[in-house]
């Protein structure tokens, strides 16, 4: 159980174009997602909470008009990557758990390529 | 907020010796401490966690220690194996859950044979 699906798994777009990436919970309800941020050989840092049916909380530093975050259902959240540049090509990877008190399950990720 | 610091962050071993990863944190409220086991290019896997009303947890090889008064938590790895060979990840949650994880910067562990 807990699986959480995360598509595309890879992405390679042009500078000033959006780019979006679903997360979903395949077998359990998620009120609450969670955004990261991995760059090559660095740890997973915090983006965003996406809260389902209100808006997504995010962490000092992240531009929220730039990482647009949707949580519209109990099962998916995306987040869009709005005029992307070439620094924001990473890895980015959804989390979910069951309840407030299981363990956190991690999308596959998706690497975001910006040329 | 939360800080964790992480240590190593590289650690190489003999098939069969021992492992052990470090991690301290900073926010006294915090009561869940998960692992993640992350293989190049996957996804970070959950492979041990604990929380604060408990002080050890063992699960086969892999064993995970909690000091909260010196806020510190310890990854063990016994009878290491090639196929351990990953990026561990230590992780502090927030808020009262299990859901707002700040996560060690990782220990790159290198299992020679």
């Known amino acids: 159980g807990a699986v959480v699906s995360q598509h595309p798994s890879r992405v390679i777009c042009k500078s000033g174009t959006s780019v979006k990436i679903e997360c979903r919970s395949l077998d359990f309800q998620a009120t609450t997602m969670f955004w990261y941020r991995q760059f090559p050989k660095q740890s997973l840092m915090l983006m965003a909470t996406?809260?389902?049916?209100?808006?997504?909380?995010?962490e000092q530093g992240v531009e929220k008009d730039k990482f647009l975050i949707n949580h519209a259902s109990l099962t998916l959240s995306t987040l869009t990557v709005t005029s992307a540049h070439p620094e924001d090509s990473s890895f980015y990877i959804c989390?979910?758990?069951?309840?407030?008190?299981?363990?956190?399950?991690f999308g596959n990720g998706t690497r975001l390529t910006v040329t | 907020g939360e800080n964790v610091e992480q240590h190593p962050s590289t650690l190489s071993v003999q098939e069969g010796d021992s492992a052990v990863i470090k991690c301290t944190y900073s926010?006294?409220?915090?009561?869940?401490f998960p692992w993640y086991k992350q293989e190049l290019g996957k996804r970070p896997q959950l492979i041990i966690d604990i929380r604060s009303n408990v002080g050890e947890k063992k699960d086969q090889r892999i064993a995970v220690t909690l000091n909260k008064t010196a806020k510190h938590f310890s990854l063990h790895i016994t009878e290491t194996q090639p196929e351990d060979s990953a990026v561990y990840f230590c992780a502090a949650n927030s808020g009262g859950s299990n859901y707002k994880l700040t996560f060690g910067k990782g220990t790159l562990l290198t299992v020679n044979p």
């Open positions: 996406s809260n389902e049916g209100s808006k997504a909380t995010y």
């Open positions: 989390s979910a758990g069951q309840d407030l008190n299981s363990p956190l399950h």
């Open positions: 926010d006294s409220a915090s009561n869940y």
